[in-house]
């Protein structure tokens, strides 16, 4: 079941398009991450998503309803990025706050904030918290209820490792529970193994969208090979391999069907290489070479 | 909705507590209030009872010390929120704006009570410690005094929101109100007196003058004081403008400016984009 759907969206601020002709759905249970440079338009489709901007061509359906509407914000959580709520206040106080808002019991607070690992920091102020902390109340605020669509603005930046393992966790039970995601993150390699789907955004146009082996595929990233040759026969193993660049390692391109070939003729020279490593193409790779193409 | 409005009203109460806006509001009041009973009964004698004297000289107080306090408890109210990043995620609960500045006008009018009941509450003790049971007669001048101010501080509070919109900083929102006071508070009134003076008695002093006397919240605050209780009239130049408009204009002027600023105050929002 779809529960977000954009379709030809277009956003223009002065003239310049922040959105250029984005459509894409996510359907119940996926988690779909959004990819793209600082002001590549990832804030600006998050927030015409939630009813906050008005776009200028185009629609979003949420849950069958306009953004913004009564039912699409009661359907919808958002965890802003950089979000700071006053400090004066404690992290229950902000909690019954919006559970209030939201309709929902305020005693759930506690249960929220336990969950989140921030039930010892409940009665402390806002201003005393850790950036990791801040974030950890704005994700509590983003599970009131049960939502059916969530909006995480970079929702990792900030954690630890631990609180990122714990926080994709929380993701993978909404997701089961059947709530969409649609996250944007920097932290390209942890997405690699915790969304379902990626799209890609550069200059307001989606430039790639699919899941990571389909984009793989289909940017045809060579794999690379690193050897490290034995000191005293360095120049050797570069006549064997006259292909490789690069001091002390050397380091060629192999296209994905020639890997068997690579490694025979390292097998071949194995008295001379001290060590070797064939490096697949990351997420960050995939990342650069999309987004190249895109703005070409 | 009614909850949505309480809630919101609750935290910004709280959050006005913790930023001793209520503490300092209170002790502006008190203070003045104290200072100016005592410079008061001494200049008028015995003309009338203790307590309106008081609270003749608490009506030019007020005047300028309210709506200041009113613009500086609500000059955050949405630049602040945008500041900090939280104006997105509030706006996309499901609660309206209309809700949101609703809330934030309600906990913000507690505290402007808070204070004024304080300054009044001072006031009261000074004219029973100085004229003993005589000062009944001053309790009524004294309960307009409340609810007029509170009139005129919402009014304020609501165009500190309007300002807060239209500014896209807390900064730059705190130098517009005070600028909006200024105006409105000090400049205003001498734009007129100068006016008056230039024209000699001549159709701006007649016909537009009034007009632009009771269109002033604050100038029409201090009229339906002044006109209202004609014991009080002792401490103002204005006195002689008091008598010759209806009590009812500024009394109307009064109760119309809190709901065309908090109209205001709801256009403004509904053009700021989080």
């Not at chain 1, 069958?64 to 039912?71: F, K, N, Q, R, T």
């Not at chain 1, 050797?236 to 296209?255: D, I, N, Q």
């Not at chain 2, 006008?105 to 029973?128: E, K, R, S």
Request: net charge neutral.
């Amino acid at each position: 079941m779809t529960i977000l759907m954009l379709c030809n969206l277009t956003k223009r601020y002065d003239g310049r398009a922040a959105l250029d002709d984005v459509s894409f759905r996510v359907a119940a249970g996926e988690r779909v991450a959004l990819l793209g440079h600082n002001g590549a338009g990832k804030s600006t489709l998050m927030k015409t998503v939630l009813g906050l901007l008005m776009p200028d061509g185009g629609s979003v359906d949420v849950a069958g309803h306009a953004p913004g509407s009564a039912v699409a914000r009661a359907v919808t959580a958002y965890l802003p990025e950089n979000a700071a709520f006053h400090p004066a206040l404690t992290g229950r106080e902000m909690l019954r706050h919006c559970l209030r808002l939201r309709g929902q019991p305020a005693h759930q607070a506690d249960a929220l904030l336990e969950k989140v690992g921030l039930a010892d920091a409940a009665d402390r102020r806002f201003g005393s918290y850790s950036k990791g902390m801040r974030q950890r109340v704005g994700l509590a605020q983003a599970l009131i209820g049960a939502p059916r669509l969530m909006i995480l603005d970079e929702p990792t930046s900030g954690l630890d490792p631990i609180s990122r393992r714990d926080f994709y966790a929380l993701l993978d039970e909404l997701a089961g529970q059947g709530t969409a995601v649609l996250m944007s993150s920097h932290a390209l390699s942890e997405l690699e193994a915790r969304t379902d789907r990626l799209l890609v955004l550069s200059k307001g146009r989606l430039v790639a969208e699919g899941t990571l082996a389909q984009l793989r595929a289909e940017a045809q990233l060579p794999l690379e090979v690193r050897i490290t040759p034995r000191r005293d026969v360095d120049g050797t193993v570069r006549a064997l391999f006259p292909e490789a660049s690069g001091e002390g390692v050397l380091r060629f391109p192999c296209a994905l069907r020639d890997k068997l070939d690579a490694l025979s003729r390292i097998a071949q020279a194995r008295d001379l290489i001290v060590d070797f490593d064939i490096h697949a193409p990351g997420l960050d790779d995939l990342y650069a070479r999309i987004s190249q193409r895109g703005a070409a | 909705m009614l909850n949505r409005i309480l809630s919101t009203a609750e935290i910004e109460f709280r959050i006005a507590l913790r930023n001793r806006w209520v503490a300092m509001g209170a002790a502006m009041m008190v203070l003045f209030s104290l200072v100016l009973s005592a410079a008061g009964t001494g200049a008028t004698g015995v003309a009338a009872d203790p307590l309106s004297v008081i609270v003749a000289s608490l009506v030019s107080l007020a005047v300028y010390l309210v709506p200041l306090i009113a613009l500086l408890v609500s000059f955050d109210a949405v630049a602040g929120e945008a500041e900090r990043g939280t104006l997105a995620l509030t706006l996309a609960y499901p609660l309206s704006r209309g809700s949101l500045l609703a809330g934030k006008l309600v906990a913000q009018t507690v505290v402007l009570a808070l204070a004024i009941l304080a300054g009044c509450g001072a006031a009261a003790l000074m004219g029973f410690a100085m004229g003993g049971r005589e000062a009944v007669q001053g309790l009524g001048a004294l309960g307009r005094l409340f609810w007029t101010s509170l009139l005129l501080g919402m009014a304020f509070l609501s165009l500190g929101h309007a300002l807060s919109c239209l500014a896209r900083r807390a900064s730059g929102a705190a130098a517009m109100a005070i600028g909006l006071w200024l105006a409105v508070i000090v400049l205003y009134d001498l734009g007129l007196l100068a006016a008056v003076v230039a024209d000699d008695g001549g159709a701006f002093t007649t016909r537009v003058f009034p007009y632009a006397l009771v269109l002033n919240p604050a100038d029409a605050f201090r009229l339906f004081n002044l006109a209202a209780s004609q014991s009080v009239d002792a401490a103002s130049g204005l006195s002689g403008a008091a008598s010759s408009i209806a009590v009812w204009k500024p009394l109307a002027a009064l109760l119309l400016w809190p709901v065309v600023a908090a109209l205001l105050a709801r256009l403004s929002f509904e053009r700021v984009q989080p």
